[in-house]
């Protein structure tokens, strides 16, 4: 199937104001790239209340969330956070080692971590405005742009995207999954 046949008959509006068409994960085949987030960085545990804004390159909003106490807020740089979730609701900071990640320094309330999790890639696969519902918890909607990546976790089976700015920097991709078996194992 291609991935233009994966968009629905559907469109949603930003903040912004800019409609984006959702897009069916379910109908996404994925190939055999794969790749982890290569960076160390940095989580801040919430207090709650944050307002957390997600940016793309050229400034336009991603998403939109409310931290909630103990809260993870994942810090890429100050126009790049967001707090992870699922269909449990947001991620909690004393589950990160659960979630996948190493915990390479620890300064209490902030941490810095490597990803040990693996995902399957579309690189750079959007090529116009698209919504993928629900993708950090109910109601927490990703907006994606131009140049993003759509990745599907390998223990978790999730999907969501990554824009074009933060795969670039962040990411690094093996070949196929037989590169990182011994990684993944």
């Known amino acids: 199937m291609k991935f233009t046949e994966c968009y629905l008959d559907k469109f949603i509006e930003n903040d912004d104001g800019i ?24 989580v801040v545990k919430a207090e709650g209340g944050e307002k957390i ?37 947001h991620w909690k900071f004393n589950t990160l080692t659960d979630r996948g990640y190493e915990i390479v320094e620890n300064k209490g309330n902030e941490v810095y971590v490597k990803s040990t999790n693996y995902a399957h890639l579309l690189v750079d696969i959007i090529k116009k405005p698209t919504c993928i519902l629900n993708a950090f918890g109910e109601g927490a909607h990703q907006f994606l742009y131009n140049g993003a990546t759509i990745k599907k976790d390998i223990k978790t089976g999730k999907v969501s995207g990554i824009s074009n700015e933060a795969f670039h920097s962040t990411w690094e991709v093996k070949e196929n999954i037989s590169e990182a078996e011994n990684e993944i194992i």
């Open 19 to 42: 409609s984006f068409q959702v897009i069916d994960v379910d109908k996404i085949e994925f190939d055999d790239d794969i790749g982890r987030k290569k960076t160390i960085t940095k």
């Open 53 to 89: 804004i997600t940016y793309s390159k050229r400034g336009e909003i991603e998403s939109i969330m409310t931290a909630e106490k103990d809260d993870c807020i994942f810090v890429n740089s100050e126009t790049d956070k967001y707090i992870p979730g699922d269909e449990n609701g």
